[in-house]
């Protein structure tokens, strides 16, 4: 399909009415492990699903599209799509990550680290000194995560780019916070963008994989060959339900960051409420550079009670509609307690100094009706003042 196209087409229709076969209008499912050779030393475009699968072409096709990338490899999740480009790594390269990474990049990192495959330094990439004497280290790879999960920091990824290709670094960006249909990385220099596809781009919580789009066609091939080697690429069957989501991905985003925005305004106004980390607040460090280069605040959003861990624990068993589980991007309203889900991996040491508190909560809104929504908060903010004895221990710092 051609590049000209508009995201929200190729989104909706990539491969639809490309059956040859039957002139199905849904790209048919190709579910066979293997492939015919057409005849002696006669393979043909495919020969083995590890390597190459026509239904998985087909989703990365539509994802590299979207990110305006050479190609995408698309995996079998997203900390293996973390993982690829890591695979690019030696032994005395370093590594530049943000200090409030995703948790299972955190963890990812510093085992690859302690088992010496490479060198990693966690920046806060807001730091302007910090991030300096980092880039002076000369590193080979600059991880970024924008917004960041789950403060919803922001960081510049023009500028960052550049003082990191200049340090002769190469940039990837996890853009699973905001999916293509409002970040697109490549365009603003990133070499690589990751993605978990088990979040908006499936957008069904029905699936977990990941991908990796590289601006450049040689780099991505070389992803590709490693993903083949080490067995991580994702199944047909998953790719095909990915696909499947993804048709809907603009209409989601638009309602679901709607959704967030209104949210976001009931929140600040609470005042068991002591901050709120939404990209789309005016009043948000991140707010002039997010409006800069994303084309919506996305639907992610975190709010601190006041009342610490207590008041988180009073809160989730309180609150109605959201769902308390991890995970994001879904249809359906989550909320989840970062220093007990998330980031528990992180060690508290490291967890305090990314400024995630025992109170923090973090919310990914669905496609539920605004007024549900916001009444399902209220139900959790009004247990806040329940006089109820506790039972049982809730230690926020437990797991
Ligand atoms: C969920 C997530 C990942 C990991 O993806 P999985 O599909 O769970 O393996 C990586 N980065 C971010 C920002 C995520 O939210």
Known sequence: MSQTRRPETIAAAHGVAADAAFGAVTPPIVLSSTFAFAGYDRPRAHDYSRGANPTRELLADAIAQLERGAAAIVLASGMAAVDLV???LRRDDLVIAPHDCYGGTYRLLAARRERGHFDVAFVDQNDDDALRAALARRPALVLIETPSNPLMRVVDIRALAAGAHA?????????????????????????????????????????????VVAADRAEAETLAAW??????????FDSYLTLRGLRTLFPRLLQQQANAAAIARFLVGRAEVSAVHYPGLASHPGHAIAKAQQSGFGAMLSFELAGGAEAARRFVESVEVFAF???LGGVESLVAHPATMIHAGMGEEARRAAGIDDGLLRLSVGLEAEADLIAGLETGLAALGDPTPLTGAFDARSK
Request: charged letters at 15%; proline letters at 5%; hydrophobic letters at 40%.
């Open 86 to 88: 890591l695979s690019r």
């Open 167 to 211: 340090a002769g670094a190469k940039v990837a960006v996890d853009n699973t916070f905001l999916s293509p249909a409002l970040q697109r990385p490549i365009t603003l220099g990133a070499d690589f963008v990751i993605h978990s596809t088990t979040k908006y781009l499936n957008g069904h919580s029905d699936v977990v994989g990941g991908a």
């Open 227 to 236: 993903a083949n080697t080490i067995g991580v690429t994702g199944s047909p």
């Open 325 to 327: 589980a991890e995970s």
